[in-house]
């Protein structure tokens, strides 16, 4: 019985992934001009954290995972603004859980 409930326990958790397209900002300048906002900008923030910015205007947070990933990438990105992603998780509250996160 244990077995069937954790091979269900794990498809759920494979179901409920989700994957969501934005822009990638530090938590501290997400209500700010994104089409000015840089990649250093960011890198210089990262202390509170990152979020993808929606095409709504919503922002969703990352969980420490994917703001470590999120920095490792604009580390490693030669783009300098507009700066977006696929991500890849699930949501849990208004924190998303990354599992992956792919710059575009």
């Known amino acids: 019985m244990k077995?069937?409930?954790l091979l269900t326990s794990l498809f759920t958790l494979t179901a409920a992934a989700e994957?969501?397209?934005?822009?990638?900002?530090?938590?501290?300048?997400?209500?700010?001009?994104?089409?000015?906002?840089t990649r250093?900008?960011?890198?210089?923030c990262a202390k509170g954290g990152y979020?993808?910015?929606l095409?709504?205007?919503k922002f969703m947070k990352f969980n420490?995972?994917?703001n470590a990933r999120a920095l490792t990438l604009l580390k490693s990105s030669t783009k300098?603004?507009?700066?977006?992603?696929?991500?890849?998780?699930?949501?849990?509250?208004?924190v998303i859980?990354?599992?992956?996160?792919e710059l575009q």
């Open 97 to 101: 859980r990354v599992e992956k996160i």
């Open 3 to 5: 077995r069937l409930v």
């Open 19 to 37: 994957t969501w397209s934005g822009a990638i900002v530090d938590v501290m300048c997400k209500g700010r001009d994104l089409a000015s906002h």
């Open 51 to 53: 979020g993808l910015v």
């Open 80 to 94: 300098e603004k507009d700066i977006k992603a696929k991500v890849t998780g699930t949501l849990d509250g208004e």
């Open 64 to 66: 420490e995972r994917g």
């Open 40 to 44: 250093q900008c960011n890198i210089d």
């Open 55 to 57: 095409a709504d205007g």
